[in-house]
C-alpha cells in the first residue's frame, strides 16, 4: 500500500518532526542520501505553471539517484481527457512516485484513488504541503526551534495560509493569520486549525484587524490572487493595501523576519525593499524546497524510516 502525502493534516507531532529533522540532516549531509532513489522514477504532473516546484522536485530526483519525467499538463486539465483514476493506475504501471501539481483537490484523490505508488501534492487550491514543510525548516534553522516561535500570516487566506497552519500548528508554532475581510481562510481549515492549537498547545489568532498583529517572529505573505483566480488586480487592490507586508507591519509586530512562498509581486503584497533586506529568508525558503521535499521522498518512496 502506498503512503501518500495530499497534505500533512493527518500527521502526528512525532512523525512530522521527524521529516523535518531528516530534510535538515538530508541538507547537511547529502552524501548519506545519494542512493535512496536509485533506480526509481518520479512523474512530475503539473496542471499550473511552476519555477520553482518544478525544477527543485527535478535536480532533488536527481540528487537522491532518481530520475524525473514532467508531463505538462498545461493545455487542458488532467481529468479533461482520461479519469485521473486511471491516470494513477497507468502512472504505476511504469514509475515510483507521483508529484501533482492540481487546480483541484479531488484530482489528487482520484489519482491516488487509482495509483498504488505514493502521490504527493506539489500544490492544490486547498493546501501546498511542500512549501510548508520547506518554511518550517528554514525557521528551524534561523530560531534553533520551531516549537514556541510565532508566524503571522498576512493577506489572502489561501492555500499556502491553510499548509502553513497545519504544518505549524503541529509542530506546535504560535500562529496568526491576519486577511481582509471576505478573504478568509476555508471554514474547515479554521476549525481544523482550532482543534490542532489545542492539541499541540500553540496559540492561535484568525482576525481581519491588522492592529492586532502586535507580536511576530516572522511575518508571512503570499500573492494576493492565486493562480486558477481571475479576479482583475484593480478590483482587489484597494481591499488588500492594508494588509501590505512593509518595513512599518515588520516594526508594528517587532518581527524579525519576513517570508514569501514566491512568485512575489514587488510593492503590491511585499515591498521591493524589504525583500532585498536583512530580514528576508525568502531565498533560503527556496533552497530549502528541495531539501524538504527530499526528505518527503526519501521517506515515503525511498523507505527512509522516520
Ligand atoms: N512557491 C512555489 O511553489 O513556486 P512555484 O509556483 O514557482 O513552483
Ligand atoms: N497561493 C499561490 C501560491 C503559489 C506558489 C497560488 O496558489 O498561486
Known amino acids: 500500500m502506498q503512503a501518500s502525502l495530499l497534505s500533512f493534516k493527518d500527521w502526528s507531532h512525532e512523525r512530522l518532526s521527524n521529516l523535518l529533522s531528516l530534510a535538515l540532516e538530508i541538507k547537511q549531509q547529502p552524501q548519506k542520501y545519494n542512493q535512496v532513489l536509485a533506480g526509481k522514477s518520479i512523474v512530475g504532473l503539473f496542471e499550473k505553471p511552476s519555477l520553482r516546484t518544478r525544477v527543485s522536485f527535478d535536480i532533488g530526483v536527481n540528487k537522491l539517484g532518481g530520475h524525473f519525467v514532467y508531463v505538462d499538463s498545461r493545455g487542458e486539465p488532467l481529468k479533461k481527457r482520461e479519469d485521473p483514476v486511471d491516470v494513477g493506475a497507468n502512472l504505476s504501471c511504469w514509475a515510483d512516485g507521483v508529484v501533482a501539481r492540481v487546480f483541484e ?48 500570516y498576512v493577506g489572502d487566506g489561501n492555500n499556502v495560509t491553510h499548509s502553513l497552519l497545519i ?70 487592490k484597494q481591499t488588500f493595501a492594508p494588509y501590505q507586508v512593509n518595513e512599518a507591519l515588520m516594526e508594528q509586530a517587532n518581527a524579525k523576519h519576513v517570508m514569501h512562498c514566491q512568485p512575489a509581486h514587488r510593492d503590491l503584497e511585499i515591498t521591493g525593499s524589504l525583500m532585498d533586506s536583512d530580514a528576508s529568508l525568502l531565498m533560503l525558503q527556496s533552497e530549502n524546497r528541495m531539501h524538504a521535499q527530499n526528505a518527503i521522498m526519501a521517506a515515503l518512496i525511498g523507505k527512509v524510516e522516520i
Do not use: R
Open 105 to 152: 483537490h479531488q484530482t489528487l484523490v482520484e489519482l491516488d484513488k487509482g495509483a498504488d505508488i505514493p502521490v504527493i501534492n506539489a500544490l492544490c487550491e486547498m493546501y501546498h504541503p511542500c512549501q510548508a514543510l520547506a518554511d518550517y525548516l528554514g525557521m528551524l534553522e534561523t530560531y534553533g526551534s520551531v516549537k514556541g516561535k510565532t508566524m503571522a
Open 167 to 236: 504544518v505549524g500548528l503541529i509542530l506546535g508554532c504560535h500562529q496568526v493569520v491576519v486577511t481582509p475581510k471576505g478573504f478568509e481562510i476555508d471554514n474547515s481549515i479554521a476549525h481544523l486549525a482550532n482543534a490542532l492549537a489545542t492539541k499541540h498547545g500553540a496559540n492561535l489568532t484568525i482576525t481581519n484587524n491588522i492592529e492586532e498583529l502586535t507580536q511576530a517572529d516572522i511575518i508571512y505573505t503570499d500573492t494576493w490572487i492565486s493562480m486558477g483566480d481571475d479576479t482583475p488586480l484593480a478590483e482587489i
